[in-house]
């Protein structure tokens, strides 16, 4: 008897699976906003379950970043897909500067695509936000000011690109991200940053793909630079 003689059979979705999945698609209606949640009680009421069920329905949304349950304070909506990826780099890459080796190696394989792709189909909107987001370097008077504004600059082009794969990926590590952002900004002043972020931003506004995309790996390189790695060690 050959495997083809089999047929897979459908196992119907449990009611945790079917609140999970009610609770996901609500939730990612809008994914930005944070938002506490119905008490307990009357969330139960209104989906028609026991708590249990809804318990451990939040419990997994809770695994997956898309609720933070904390104890006495009720459950808040957020949105962190990356959460789950996140946690598990430390122990995947124990070894801190290989971790940001291969951070780098990331980024340089989806960042100079992703700016390739906001200088094609970036909305007014995101324009918007990136230019936003280079005055907000260009005000930063602290370190801190200077990575969040650094940070926000490369979301805002991961979201214009439209590949929400690509962002959710780049989300996932963030905060490894910010830690380089951090240490860079030891070695360098913010003005070099200024002037790349100023370039892919010329270039993205202008619709220039391909000398966004150059601009954003001659950004990238050099900042690993700033970290000790060479050009070799990132794009080989």
Do not use: W
Request: glycine content about 4%; charged content about 30%.
């Amino acid at each position: 008897m050959t495997s083809a003689a089999f047929e897979s059979i459908l196992r119907p979705p449990t009611l945790v699976e079917k609140v999970f999945e009610q609770l996901a698609t609500m939730l990612r209606v809008d994914p930005g906003q944070e938002a506490k949640l119905p008490a307990e009680r009357e969330l139960a009421e209104k989906l028609g379950v026991s708590r249990n069920v809804l318990r451990e329905a939040t419990k997994r949304l809770e695994l997956q970043g898309l609720l933070e349950i904390r104890q006495g304070q009720g459950t808040r909506v957020v949105d962190r897909l990356h959460k789950p990826i996140s946690a598990s780099l430390e122990l995947l890459v124990p070894n801190e500067k290989e971790r940001m080796r291969q951070l780098f190696q990331v980024r340089y394989m989806i960042e100079p695509h992703n700016a390739q792709r906001a200088a094609q189909h970036a909305t007014r909107a995101e324009m918007k936000r990136m230019e936003a987001a280079h005055q907000s370097l260009l005000a930063a008077s602290d370190p801190q000011s200077l990575v969040v504004a650094d940070m926000e600059f490369h979301r805002a082009i991961a979201d214009a690109s439209g590949n929400q794969i690509a962002r959710l990926l780049l989300e996932s590590l963030a905060e490894l991200r910010e830690t380089s952002h951090a240490r860079g900004y030891r070695g360098r002043t913010s003005v070099r940053t200024v002037d790349e972020h100023a370039e892919i931003l010329t270039a993205i506004l202008g619709r220039e793909s391909e000398a966004a995309r150059r601009a954003m790996e001659k950004h990238l390189l050099r900042s690993c630079g700033d970290l000790g790695f060479s050009a070799q060690d990132i794009s080989e």
